[in-house]
């Protein structure tokens, strides 16, 4: 029932086998074609100069592999739940980026260079069509997307965008033109992109000329593609859509269950399912700083909240509650018994985050914030036990303190297994901006600690071994061992 997509002037024709042997190919100068004037275009930095990329870095690229294809500075689409890519697999329609240049092309603002080698055999032919096997000119047009795609992220406009697609820039027209043909005695597809344009903002957009080439005869141009990048929640179709059956009670705010679905949808859902509906802008462009996704969430569902929803209200209060499995994966990775100290910090911590949210300190700015924990004095009671059920936490605000786009909030926190104290904490986080956190100092080192920090004393010991120790006590293994080497001693 809705509109997706108008041809206009088309055009088709019935040809002989010498006819199409002997096609002319497309006709097109892009001297005489210059990008029009209404089109922006902001250049790429200096420091990305022309680069080549080998199949088995397309592949990576294709995979949902940035860092295997791109390589330094592309560290952080590695931790994201579904980074930008291209199809991949048979939809995977080049093969190899001889030339990527964000300075090249005919008008100096952007080229991309790849090919795709026909074996003949490829899955298209047998259908399109039934004994006169060509290539879809709509998979052309596809491939060019494709590479559009590749280019944005090469220059880095997924780094930061975990979950984002590639599509075409919707009502904007662009005019192709089929020339010649691939069929299985071709060998060789070439493809450029010609970039008009490319506008940064909410919604990275290239805007380019695609040009195929089939053994050197100019086969299909498609003029002025406008491809960008469109938010998507990561993992939104993971997150279910209602509670188990059988789950505890949650509390309710302003019609909205703070229950499990909701608390799964504040680390990789959308907000507005995680918060309400106050919360909706960050359903889209806007980033909302995230609670931790399994198997490093701790949060079950909120049983209690006092004040109000977004009021930024000091002496704000919640409590939280968290179904310790009993089978966890920490129980194993640590001393089969016990849960491990980081977890129940990160127990205590999680609820912090999540009240921050619920005061509305993220919708009091318009620049997107990032959360972190500063310091804290805590007491531990006693250890969480395998098989103790249910860990409730009360966490409440004390202070809220803004500095610009910075705020410092302070809560003291509580842990309790039915009415046994577990843990007690105060502590101290922030919201910060990106520039904000570049700009840290870190903590004083004087050059005694950095001496000792780089001296190589020749003494190793591999803990991954001792983390296999079967007799106790012993150090934490599998997921929990984050010390791989002493390097001295």
């Not at 697999?89 to 005919?106: A, I, K, N, R, S």
């Amino acid at each position: 029932g809705k509109l997706r997509v108008t041809v206009r002037n088309g055009r088709a024709g019935f040809f002989t086998v010498e006819e199409l042997d002997n096609a002319g190919g497309v006709i097109w100068d892009p001297a005489k074609d210059e990008p029009d004037a209404s089109i922006r275009h902001v250049p790429a930095t200096a420091s990305q100069g022309p680069r080549a990329f080998s199949r088995e870095q397309v592949r990576a690229f294709a995979e949902g592999r940035a860092y295997d294809c791109f390589g330094a500075g592309f560290e952080r689409p590695a931790s994201h739940h579904l980074t930008p890519r291209i199809q991949g697999g048979p939809m995977q329609l080049f093969q190899e980026v001889e030339q990527l240049d964000p300075h090249g092309g005919p008008w100096g603002r952007g080229y991309l260079r790849a090919t795709y080698d026909i074996h003949g055999d490829e899955w298209f032919f047998p259908d399109h069509f039934k004994h006169d096997p060509t290539m879809p000119g709509t998979l052309m047009s596809e491939a060019g997307v494709q590479m559009m795609g590749f280019y944005l992220a090469a220059l880095g406009y997924t780094c930061t965008r975990d979950g984002w697609t590639f599509e075409l820039v919707p009502g904007s027209p662009f005019k192709a033109v089929c020339r010649g043909q691939v069929v299985p005695t071709s060998r060789k597809m070439s493809y450029e992109i010609l970039v008009r344009g490319l506008e940064e903002g909410e919604h990275p957009t290239l805007w380019a000329d695609v040009l195929l080439t089939v053994d050197g005869r100019k086969a299909f141009h498609g003029r002025n593609l406008g491809v960008r990048l469109m938010p998507n929640v990561p993992l939104k179709h993971a997150v279910p859509a209602l509670p188990a059956p059988g789950a505890r009670a949650a509390a309710q705010v302003d019609g909205f269950t703070f229950d499990e679905v909701a608390m799964l949808n504040c680390a990789a859902g959308l907000p507005s399912r995680a918060f309400g509906p106050l919360f909706a802008r960050f359903d889209g462009a806007r980033n909302l700083p995230r609670l931790p996704s399994p198997p490093y969430q701790f949060m079950s569902r909120v049983t209690r909240c006092e004040g109000p929803l977004g009021g930024m209200q000091v002496g704000s209060e919640v409590d939280i509650e968290y179904d310790i499995p009993a089978n966890a994966w920490y129980f194993d990775d640590n001393d089969l018994q016990t849960m491990p100290f980081a977890v129940l910090l990160e127990a205590a911590l999680q609820p912090c985050a999540w009240l921050a949210a619920y005061m509305g300190v993220p919708l009091h700015c318009d620049t997107d914030l990032s959360f972190r924990n500063l310091d804290g004095d805590g007491t531990l009671h006693r250890p969480v036990y395998r098989g103790d059920g249910i860990l409730r936490t009360t966490a409440r605000c004390t202070s809220v303190a803004r500095n610009g786009d910075i705020f410092i909030e302070s809560f003291d926190v509580r842990c309790v297994i039915g009415d046994t104290p577990i843990y007690t904490l105060k502590t101290v986080f922030g919201h910060f901006t990106a520039q904000a956190l570049s700009e840290q100092k870190g903590l004083p080192a004087t050059p005694a600690d950095r001496a000792a920090m780089q001296a190589t004393q020749g003494a190793e010991v591999d803990l991954r071994a001792a983390g296999n120790a079967t007799a106790l006590p012993r150090l934490a293994h599998g997921q929990l061992l984050v010390l791989v080497r002493v390097t001295g001693y």
